[in-house]
T-cell receptor
Framework: EPEVTQTPSHQVTQMGQEVILRCVPI?????FYWYRQILGQKVEFLVS????????KSEIFDDQFSVERPDGSNFTLKIRSTKLEDSAMYFC?????????????FGEGSWLTVV | AQSVTQLDSQVPVFEEAPVELRCNYS??????LFWYVQYPNQGLQLLLK??????LVKGINGFEAEFNKSQTSFHLRKPSVHISDTAEYFC????????????FGKGTKLTVNP
C-alpha cells in the first residue's frame, strides 16, 4: 500500500539552528500537510499546500516556518531558527483532494528535539 | 471554530472485553468525523470515517463508530479487544466544504491487558 515517508525519524538540534524535515507524499496526491504534536498535547495543524503554494496555515505557522516542494516528489518543512518550544513530533500528510472528506494519510513522523 | 473532546485519556481493559472510546465534538457547521490510531513508534492510521449516510460506520480491525448528531458524539467501539489493539486513538473532525485542516482530540491511550 502506498505510504507517506518522512526523514529523519529523529533529529536533535541546538536552539537557533535551522532544521529541514523531509517528506515524500503518496505519488498521486495533490494536497500536502504538516501537523505537529508536542509531547502530551493534541496533534495540531500547521499548514496545507496545494499547487505549489500554501492554501491554509495556522497561527502556529509563523515566519520561522516555511514549506517547499523542491521537486516532483519531496515536500519539506523548514524551521529557520529553532526554539526549545519547537520540540515536537512533526507529521507530514497527503490527500488526493481536500474539502470532501477524502482520507488524509499520515507519515510516521519526525521527532525533533531542540536543546 | 471546531473542537474535539476525548473524555478519557487512558482506558485499560482486559483482552476479549468490549471497549468504548468516547468522542464529542463542537462545531457550528457540518463536519466529517474520523478516528485515527497510532501504534507505538508508528504514524497515524485511519481506522474509520463518517461522511454521510448510515450513522454506524465500520472500520478496520473490527472497530465501529456511531455518529450521533443530537449528542454531537462519535464514539468508537469494539466488542472484543486484542492485545494488539494497544495504541493511542485519536478522534478528529474536518469542516465540510470549508477548512482543509483536521482538528484532533487529545487522544485516548487504550491498553489491553492479558
Amino acid at each position: 500500500e502506498p505510504e507517506v515517508t518522512q526523514t529523519p525519524s529523529h533529529q536533535v538540534t541546538q536552539m537557533g539552528q535551522e532544521v529541514i524535515l523531509r517528506c515524500v507524499p503518496i505519488s498521486n496526491h495533490l494536497y500536502f500537510y504538516w501537523y505537529r504534536q508536542i509531547l502530551g498535547q493534541k496533534v495540531e495543524f500547521l499548514v496545507s499546500f496545494y499547487n505549489n503554494e500554501i492554501s491554509e496555515k495556522s497561527e502556529i505557522f509563523d515566519d520561522q516556518f516555511s514549506v517547499e516542494r523542491p521537486d516532483g516528489s519531496n515536500f519539506t518543512l523548514k524551521i529557520r531558527s529553532t526554539k526549545l518550544e519547537d520540540s515536537a513530533m512533526y507529521f507530514c500528510a497527503s490527500s488526493v483532494v481536500a474539502y470532501s472528506g477524502n482520507t488524509i494519510y499520515f507519515g510516521e513522523g519526525s521527532w525533533l528535539t531542540v536543546v | 471554530a471546531q473542537s474535539v473532546t476525548q473524555l478519557d485519556s487512558q482506558v485499560p481493559v482486559f483482552e476479549e472485553a468490549p471497549v468504548e472510546l468516547r468522542c464529542n465534538y463542537s462545531s457550528s457547521v457540518s463536519v466529517y468525523l474520523f478516528w485515527y490510531v497510532q501504534y507505538p513508534n508508528q504514524g497515524l492510521q485511519l481506522l474509520l470515517k463518517y461522511l454521510s449516510g448510515s450513522t454506524l460506520v465500520k472500520g478496520i480491525n473490527g472497530f465501529e463508530a456511531e455518529f450521533n448528531k443530537s449528542q454531537t458524539s462519535f464514539h468508537l467501539r469494539k466488542p472484543s479487544v486484542h492485545i494488539s489493539d494497544t495504541a493511542e486513538y485519536f478522534c478528529a473532525v474536518i469542516t465540510q466544504g470549508g477548512s482543509e485542516k483536521l482538528v484532533f482530540g487529545k487522544g485516548t491511550k487504550l491498553t489491553v491487558n492479558p
